[in-house]
C-alpha cells in the first residue's frame, strides 16, 4: 500500500498548510544563523542591495510626515524634478511605511515584510502547484523555492524583489481562484496587486 504524500488523502489540507509554515519558519531561522547581523547589507551582491536605502527612507517619510519622497537622490534622476527622485511603484514604499507605523523604527521591521513575503510565497507556491498537479509535487515545489539562494538572502533585505516575488504569486493564486465566467474581467484586475509593487508586473498579462 502506497502512503507517499501524493497519495495520502487522510491529510487535511490544513495540516499540509501547517506543515508549510513550519519549515519556512525553521529555515529562515537556521539561515538567520549566516545572514542576520542587524544591518542592511547595502554592499553585499556586487553593491545591487543599495536600494534599500531609498525603500527605507521614503517609508520612514510616509509614516512620520506623510511624504511620499525619498531623502537619496540618484545621479540618474538630479536632471528632474524633485518629486521624480523615487524609482518604483508606491507598493513597496507604503507596505513598509505600514510597518513602521505599527511596529516602530528598526532593522528588523524594515525586513520584515520580506521574512513574511518569503512565509506567504512558500504557502501560495504550494497552493497553485497543488492545483496543477499533486501534493508530492507541490512539496517538491516549495522544498526548491525555499532551497534558491537568491530568494533566502532577499528575505533578509529591505529589497522590494520578495514583495514583488509574493504579491505575483498571489495575484495569480487569487486568478486561478476567481469562476471561469468572470476570470477574464476580475482576473485582469489581480494584475494590480504586483504592478503597485514594481511596472514590470505586466508583463504578466502576456501569460
Not at 97 to 110: D, I, K, P, Q
Request: proline share 4%.
Amino acid at each position: 500500500m502506497n502512503i507517499g504524500i501524493s497519495e495520502n488523502k487522510t491529510i487535511p489540507q490544513k495540516i499540509h498548510l501547517l506543515i508549510i509554515l513550519l519549515l519556512s519558519i525553521i529555515f529562515l531561522v537556521i539561515s538567520s544563523r549566516f545572514l542576520w547581523t542587524g544591518h542592511l547589507h547595502t554592499y553585499a551582491l556586487d553593491l545591487t542591495l543599495s536600494d534599500q536605502i531609498g525603500y527605507v527612507t521614503t517609508a520612514r517619510n510616509i509614516a512620520e510626515q506623510g511624504k511620499y519622497e525619498s531623502n537619496v537622490y540618484y545621479p540618474g534622476k538630479i536632471p528632474y524634478y524633485k518629486d521624480h527622485n523615487l524609482l518604483y511603484m508606491p507598493g513597496n514604499y507604503y507596505v513598509r511605511a505600514a510597518f513602521f507605523y505599527l511596529f516602530g523604527y528598526s532593522v528588523f521591521t524594515a525586513v520584515l515584510p520580506n521574512l513574511l513575503s518569503y512565509i506567504g510565497s512558500a504557502i501560495l507556491l504550494f497552493l497553485i502547484a497543488q492545483k496543477f498537479f499533486d501534493t508530492k509535487s507541490a512539496y517538491i515545489t516549495v522544498f526548491l523555492f525555499m532551497l534558491f539562494p537568491l530568494f533566502v538572502v532577499y528575505s533578509f533585505t529591505a529589497m522590494q524583489e520578495m514583495l514583488f516575488v509574493f504579491t505575483c504569486l498571489l495575484s495569480f493564486y487569487l486568478f486561478i481562484k476567481i469562476p471561469q465566467k468572470v476570470r477574464y474581467f476580475w482576473g485582469g484586475l489581480t494584475l494590480l496587486i504586483p504592478f503597485l509593487i514594481r511596472e514590470s508586473a505586466a508583463f504578466m498579462m502576456l501569460g
